[in-house]
C-alpha cells in the first residue's frame, strides 16, 4: 500500500507535505515579467486569507496589527517556522518568486497549524517578485526585521543587477523598515558576502550591529541552521559570511 494513498504529497507519519512533490528551479530570473496578483498598495493587501486568526475577515481589520517580519525569497520556509513560535505575537511574511516552492510553504504552514492548535497562526507566504513589489506590500517604517538568507549570487558581472542587495534596492528596504529595524543577509559565497557588506555599508541609512549586539541577538543564531541551505552548507563544513545591519537616520554634515 502507497505512504498516505488519499493523498500521497502528504508524508503519514509527520502530516506535513513531501518536500519532493514542489520541487522547483534553485532560482528564478527577478527582472522578468510573472503573472501573479500583487496588492496595488499595502491597504488593499488582505491580510485575511494569510491569518484567519488575527483577522476574521476583509473587512474586520485590526490597525494595530501589521507584519512586521519578511523573509524575502523564503525558500521552503525553515526560517518562518522556527521565528513563528519564538516570536508568537508578531506577524511575519515570506516572500517568494518560485510557485511550486510558495506552494510548499502554504502546504506546510497549514499542516503544521492543525496539528499544533493555537500556533503558526502568524506566518504566511506570498509568491511575489520582491525586487519589484515591495512597496505594495509594506508601508513606510512598517517592518522590524528583513531577512535575505542564502540569494541568488548571480555571479557574473552583467548580472550583478539581478541581487536582492543592491544600493537601489537598499533604498526601498530603507523606506519600508522603522528606524532601528534590522536587515539580516548570509551567504556561502564568499564574494556575494562582502558585495553584500559593502552596499549595506557605504549606504548611509544603515550601520552594522556591534559584535555584543550581535552575539546577544536570538535571530542570529537561527541565520546558519533555520534553512535548508545553511543546513547543507553546515553539512558540508562550508564557510558562511553574514552581515547584519541597523536602519539609522542618516547624519546630517
Not at 491597504?43 to 501589521?66: A, T
Not at 504566511?124 to 513606510?140: D, H, L
Not at 542564502?150 to 537601489?168: A, G, L
Amino acid at each position: 500500500m502507497l505512504e498516505n494513498e488519499a493523498n500521497p504529497t502528504i508524508s503519514k507519519s509527520t502530516g506535513l507535505p513531501r518536500k519532493r512533490f514542489y520541487r522547483a528551479r534553485a532560482h528564478s530570473n527577478p527582472l522578468s515579467d510573472s503573472h501573479f496578483p500583487v496588492p496595488v498598495s499595502p491597504s488593499r493587501f488582505d491580510l485575511s486569507g494569510h491569518y484567519p486568526q488575527f483577522f476574521p475577515s476583509y473587512d474586520q481589520v485590526d490597525c494595530s496589527k501589521k507584519i512586521r517580519f519578511a523573509d524575502i525569497g523564503c525558500g521552503f520556509g525553515g526560517l518562518l517556522i522556527s521565528l513563528a513560535t519564538l516570536f508568537p505575537e508578531t506577524l511575519m511574511i515570506g516572500m517568494e518568486i518560485r510557485d511550486k516552492v510558495t506552494e510548499y510553504v502554504k502546504e506546510r504552514i497549514l499542516a503544521l497549524r492543525m496539528t499544533n492548535p493555537g500556533q503558526y497562526q502568524n506566518i504566511s507566504v506570498v509568491r511575489t517578485n520582491s525586487m519589484k513589489y515591495i512597496p505594495n506590500y509594506f508601508e513606510k517604517g512598517q517592518l522590524l526585521k528583513m531577512f535575505f538568507l542564502f540569494p541568488d549570487p548571480h555571479f557574473k558581472e552583467k548580472n550583478h543587477r539581478r541581487r536582492v542587495i543592491s544600493p537601489h534596492l537598499l533604498d526601498e528596504y530603507a523606506y519600508v523598515l522603522g528606524i532601528g529595524g534590522i536587515i539580516y543577509t548570509i551567504t556561502d559565497v564568499e564574494e556575494l558576502g562582502d558585495w553584500m557588506k559593502a552596499c549595506l555599508a557605504n549606504h548611509p541609512m544603515f550601520e552594522a550591529l556591534t559584535r555584543e549586539e550581535l552575539e546577544v541577538d536570538p535571530v542570529v543564531k537561527l541565520l546558519n541552521s533555520a534553512t535548508e541551505e545553511g543546513q547543507k552548507v553546515a553539512r558540508n563544513g562550508g564557510q558562511t559570511f553574514q552581515a547584519v545591519y541597523r536602519r539609522i537616520v542618516p547624519s546630517v554634515c
